[in-house]
């Protein structure tokens, strides 16, 4: 069977090198027994490739010095220049289990279009998506780079790449700027000089650094992302050097307790010190994490606050009541116990607090179906977390074949 | 039920899958040494095309007489079809999950006739 734009299918053994169209041939499947493409879908999370053009968004690096420099890398191809990724992610795929899990590495056929669009494309056209919000790979550990200011470099180059070269090839692909948070005041001249771009759907933090989200140099930002109504995310990572997680010595151990680590620190900063009393309206998403970790941290921060209510004297309400008003990415969606799960999506008000994310094409992606499936949501609510909560949050225009199903 | 032309046996090494369609049943069929095996390429887990991943043996941790670890070792009388979408591992020779009984494949009766197999669906 043929897609649309004339993939066929073969069958073969999935490698590292297989068409996405052939790997994800049983997601179109699933979305067209479902009528999926009769439901509105946002990816909020996904991570297509950035390796292959590594080179080019090397380019966009203002500092000329650096620029230069970058052709230092990689046998003088750019390739991986300045980034400072550790091997936790190449242990993705399982030792060859999950070839994807190392990046996607099929070819695409020569075309104006960059390779992250092609393949985003075959992804959103398999998937059913509507709208697909694109995080780079490398990024996610300059949070922790041991050159400071290389992560200004780097995160302007690859914001301006997203900006100029990748997001007006296809208004179905937005993208979070990456806030260089090691430098707050960078962070803020990145506000200000991508706000406002087309496909460009609010502000990211990579959660995998020690800088405390509380600290008194971020209120400015904080402020302007309020003012201008903008998505704050926190996007977790692996950090395999700390010292609690250096201790584990497989990797299923390491990403279990590391990704979530980050973002239970970084929220409790963030309700403890009363950040959601001080910016109410400012719009603050939790990225990677999966649902199981949020039952716990409110219990645990509601059972202790009641005790030691002096130690969060700007809290009004119980940490919980808080943690409801933010928002969640679904994945990586644990499923294995159902009963857990519904309680934690009930607690977490998930109809209107959580957001679908596929994570693609990383090991534990997750799918429309793994939502849509589940059998203690009604309908109303599957659809706000698969894509009209998105479109709330981040104010995405619904096409016109939703609004006309709407009506009728 | 029908039956479907599979391969001829002399055409499938040991080890070695091949993936028929009927409609929209895709079905993996699987030979080990003399035998052979067929369960349809949808993963109980997400649905994903199981039949098409990796073939591998199960991995063993080797403990020592007082219980200490020493590594890994592949175990040769358990071959694995490893669904390429998120890594769930599955007996070839009982359609199984190695670490929960439940969580297993759909299968189909396989026949070897006059030198070919054929799966009945």
Known sequence: MATDDGFERTYPEIDDWTDSRELLANARKQAEERQLDDVFIVDIDSHISDGGNWPEIMDYVEDPVIREAASAFGDGSKRGAFLNGTNGLQWQNVWGRIPHGQGLKEAVEESELSRETILARRCMDQMGLDYQVMFPNAMLFLGMHPVPEMEIHLATAYNRWLVERVLPEDPRIKAMMYLPFNNPVEAEETVKRFLGKPGVAGFLVTSSRHKPVHA??????????????????????LNWQDEYTSQLNRFISMHAISFVLCNLVHLTNWIINGLPERFPKLKVMWIESGIAWLPFIMQRLDHEYMMRTSEAPLLTKLPSEYMRDMFYTTQPMERTNETLLAAS????????????????????????????????????AKRNILGYNAARIFDLEIPEKYRAMAAE | MSELFVAKVEDMADRERRIVVEGGLEIGVFRLGDEFFAWESNCPHAGGPVCQGRIMNRVNEVLDDEKRAHGYEFVEADVHIICPWHGYEFNIRTGIHPGQPETRLRGFPVTVREGAVYVAV
């Open chain 1, 216 to 237: 008194n140099e971020y209120m400015r930002l904080y402020g302007m992302l309020e003012e201008t109504g903008q998505v704050l995310g926190f996007h977790t990572h």
């Open chain 1, 345 to 380: 999506m009930d607690a977490m008000n998930a109809e209107t607090q959580m957001l679908f994310a596929s994570d693609w094409p990383h090991w534990d992606f997750d799918l429309p179906a793994t939502i849509w499936d589940l059998p203690f949501l009604d309908e109303a």
